[in-house]
């Protein structure tokens, strides 16, 4: 294999962000164009990596390392396992339908602007930057470079959320969001530093390489002291209670690609992040804290589905639905057991697609009715029949109704935890009472019931672009709950290697 | 004994003081409305001694020459290309403003000052050291004080002058109870005779206090800070931002060789002090500067921060703490250089200096947002830009060295920094101008100040991305202090 396949994954966003930046203001339909040709490329790339994974070898593959600053042991060093492949396709997928409906459509005589009308050069830039590191963090098996992608992940969450955000609360929520991130993040950096240092002393060698870092024999009472804050300082970003707060406010104040990127994909680098560095490099620290991770996950997921329970406002309803559903992923992380981490990879995806989803149909709601509030919306069916089906489809996924994707991860998560400790998997399993509930309260109200006359005549159907997308997403949800063998076994080959570092199981 | 290896080490030294010259002599043949054309000529001229220094003056194993006086090393050599790129930089951003620029004598004083620069780097003497310093800063009193009739101006040439004044004739007192204590003003003799340990701690202590006055107002470290704001803000923008990357990178290259050779016996003592100097300079900085209106006293504030975090490097006292500094330094010598030209840039044409004037920057002239955002981002620590990796660098030297708790202390101060940085772009990207028509003027960038800001801004991003050649230059420079 020597097409350097990964690296072109990751650095396509990139190239494509500068050309779209060199483009006249005014052209903006070919910066969309120029987005949306290498969103497909980034897509098609990432579908390739997935079918070529060999799933008997398993391991890691496609690996590319360059020497990039050898006096400090850092490289390029890229390559994916059974847990990074699927993120890979689930940034593919998510950065392919964000471009779709963030392209929207522009009529002033009837007031709609949907999608992105102010300065999609500059948007588009800045998402694919994002998009870059969302990639690079997916495939590094550097530590520095994995830090470096994760940073340029994170601070263009800012422009893209001040920018283009909801008038209302964008400035707070921007600030909020980019320093609870960059707090999390530099505290990882300590504990990785830490771990640089000692691995140094240990064995002689100076190297961020996390393959030979899993080797590098921590004592017990190291990984004792640094395991929480590399775990929580990554987690933060994953959403963890008590450190979720930033989350809604920024999901509710992102325009609508935004979003989806941040729900379906920036949450996922801190649950993958925390796995990769975390359990996976400080196992016995792992072994030590689980009890107190799957505490934290535990309220996550039932306080989250509660207080998504009893919000009006659509967005907040699903940003905390969020933070129930990643609540869920740190718990299958938990357990350290084979159900539990499987369940938590497969969910990873699961709700990366299942988020997106939502809120792309949000802001097409929104776009059209100005409006967010659940008891403001109704006949939703009437006007747009395709995102009705659509968000129909995802509600199924969220309650983890068989035959959809949603099914297949939550299964074995609480099979995990009922392993490790069955009084948690009765009360996290509440949360699926109330998330069923509030979904099926916000489907009948705003699809199913009376149209307010104020948006009465108003509301328009959805692009085709905006259906290519909605079809997209439901296809995975779809296809993964059919037929778990789509993910199941490759999700299950780098649980194995987990497993191993955890000393068995 | 005037061999080529001396030649070699006082090399660019010569060449700056005949492009000085040549400044001079050409200067009166040029009309009024041309004179500003010797900023081409003194940038050129900067750029030129650059490659043939670099092309003859390479440094072999470090030497003395010159009876003791000059260390020739790649410490200097590294050093002396960070100044001269930086003053080349000044110059070209001198060119459009009109009260400075237009006048050959600012780009004298400017060369003057990098001679000054350039020996500091390499003095081994305690004498030369001196000499070297008023070097450096004579003529940047003068250059603060340029604008006669502004008064802020005048001000902040008099008061850089007092403190200036101050600050050097209590270290001229610390350098002379060296000599009396010793005998000897070499700082690579006195290296041999502090670590016999002849001398009474107390009073090594109490000189390296002295000494560290002088030094401390140079890098302006709490709390030998105080001029900084005010002259940041009076001085000719393009001043300041020399003032704030190579006079501060000056004073720093004179620390690293004192603190890591001459007094590295006692080096127990001196890193905690340093290592308490570092934790309260950050925090001062960062602090005081959330609260600045004014982009240039913000910026002043900040790069009080920065010599604090730069410190953490000096403190590590190791091989890689010294390559991190000299990382850093080259880091932040482009970001704040860059900074600094736009703030030039920008209030040439609007006249204006607050943060909240910068509202609608992006819409009014997208490319000089972005370079505002390279800038303001690499400042902040954010990769793909060159602050990332140096604030990593340094932050590993810290903790190989123990001092977890600084580096914790120092990511603290850098969350502070993403506030007030992110406000900037905030007014940058975020905000609308009053009048919102006037966004469609674009504000003009005349020549000088493209290419350096193009290059200023390149600059940054290569030492964010393709990070291993210029650190392996700052190691090399590190390793000849062990």
Redesign the interface.
Known sequence: MNFPVLSVITFTPMVAALII?MLP?QRKNEARGVALAAATFALLLSFWVYFSYDQATAGYQFIEKYS?????GISLHFGVDGISAPLVLLTGVVMFTGVLISWGEFDESKHLSAGIQD?PR?FFAFLFLLAGGVFGVFVSLDL?ML???Y??A??PM??LI??WGWIQT??YAA?KL??YL??GS??S??GV??M??LQYKNTGILSFDMIGMEKAGFSQAFQNIWFLPVFLGFAVLGGIWPFHNWSPDGHVAAPTAVSMFHAGVLMKLGAFAALRVGIMLLPQGAHTWSWLIMLFAGVAVVYGAYIAFVQEDMKYMIGFSSVSHMGLVMLGMSTLNRNGIMGAGIQMFSHGVMTALFFAITGMIYDRSHTRQIPELGGMSKVMPFATIGFIIGGLVSMGMPLFSGFVAEFPIFMGVWQVQWLVAVIASISIVITAAYIMRNIRQVFFGPMPEKLEGHMGDVTVLDKVAITTLCLFMIVIGMFPSFMVPMIQTGVENVLRLLGGS | MFTSTTFASILPEILILVLGMLVLIVEPFWKEEKRRNVGWLTAGGLLAIMVISFLFGQPGAPTSTLGGMIRFDWLGFFFKMLFMFAAAATALLLMDNEKVGHRGEAYLLLLASLLGMNLMAVSADLVMLYLAIETTSIPLYILSGFMLADDKSTEAGFKYLLFGALTSTIMLYGFSLVFGFTGTTNLYQLTDMFKAGSLPLVTTLGTMALILVGLGFKVSIVPFHFWAPDVYEGAPTPVAGFLSTASKAAGFAVLVRLFFVTFSGFAVSWTIALAVLAAVTMTVGNLLAIQQTNIKRLLAFSSIAHAGYAMIGVVAFSQLGAASVIFYLAAYIATNLLAFGIVMAFSRVTGLEDVKDYSGLSRRSPLLGLMMLAAFLSLTGMPPFGGFVAKVFVFAAGVQAGYVWLVIVGILNSIIGVYYYLNVLKSVYLYRMPNQDEENHPIPLTRPYAIALVVLAVGVILIGTVFAPWFSWSNAAALNLF
């Open positions: 930046l203001a990039w600053l050898p006096a400090l300065r500059e520095f830090f470096f992608f940073e340029i994170v601070f800012y422009l001040a920018i964008r400035e600030m980019t320093l960059f707090i530099v505290v950096l300590v530093l830490a640089y240092w």
